[in-house]
């Protein structure tokens, strides 16, 4: 069954440092989703793209974060510089397009900035 | 106040009892999905509905649209189960549709 594959798992880094996060969604997925869950809460959603376009940008700092998709299929998400109140799980979703309904979601990324 | 509600925020119950996870939201919606999280984080959806009642095995999520309103039940309960439970809301706007999330409930059920 196909999935969406995110790298790293797990990544420690010190604050005022860059990091970054990768995405592959389903194929064929036109719409993806980057989502910062902190402990305890529900995900909230940072960028969302259809095929290479950014829709909603919204919530996502743009002082520090970036995200691109720049053929339409992978995603990287960025953080420079990173602080302390970055520590959460950054999960990719992908869905057939934007009101499809399901989203599919990755295992996520745990960042612990220290 | 958040326009997705659940409760309770935990649940300890013991083996085969039977489980019940409210949610109720406050704006107009398309549809209600119930998602489960173990630890490690990864998410799957279980249910999408917009009406009525869906079962898959022993899952039942049912929705209320008059009362925004919905429930997830659980029959027969077992330790694999444990995990915590996110109702979301779908809202279409502008042609594109946005997940709003509950801060979901963490289920342990004990053997």
């Known amino acids: 069954e196909a999935e969406v594959a995110q790298s790293p798992r797990y990544k420690i880094t010190e604050k005022s440092q860059a990091v970054a996060f990768w995405c592959d969604p389903i194929?064929?997925?036109?719409?993806l989703y980057w989502y910062r869950q902190i402990l305890g809460q529900g995900p909230e959603l940072l960028v969302q793209?259809?095929?290479?376009?950014?829709?909603?940008d919204s919530q996502l700092p743009k002082d520090r974060f970036s995200a691109e998709r720049l053929k339409g299929v992978d995603s990287t998400l960025k953080i420079q510089p990173a602080e302390l109140g970055d520590s959460a799980m950054y999960l990719c979703?992908?869905?057939?397009?934007?009101?499809?309904?399901?989203?599919?979601f990755g295992p996520g990324t745990r960042l612990t900035v220290t | 106040k958040n326009e997705v509600e659940q409760s309770p925020q935990n649940l300890t119950a013991q083996e085969g009892e039977f489980i019940t996870i409210n949610c109720s939201y406050s704006?107009?919606?398309?549809?209600l999905h119930w998602l489960q999280q173990h630890p490690g984080g990864g998410i799957v959806s279980l249910f999408m509905?917009?009406?009525g009642k869906k079962k898959h095995g022993r899952l039942i999520a049912t929705i209320n649209i008059q009362e925004k309103h919905s429930s997830l039940h659980i029959t027969a309960s077992h330790p694999r189960d444990s995990a915590v439970y996110i109702c979301?809301?779908?809202?279409?706007?502008?042609?594109?549709?946005?997940?709003?999330f509950g801060t979901g409930t963490r289920l342990t059920i004990i053997p």
């Open positions: 509905l917009s009406s």
């Open positions: 979703a992908s869905s057939l397009r934007a009101t499809s309904g399901v989203q599919y």
């Open positions: 979301a809301v779908s809202v279409i706007y502008f042609g594109n549709e946005k997940l709003t």
């Open positions: 793209f259809q095929d290479e376009s950014v829709v909603d």
């Open positions: 704006v107009g919606i398309s549809a």
């Open positions: 194929s064929g997925h036109a719409t």
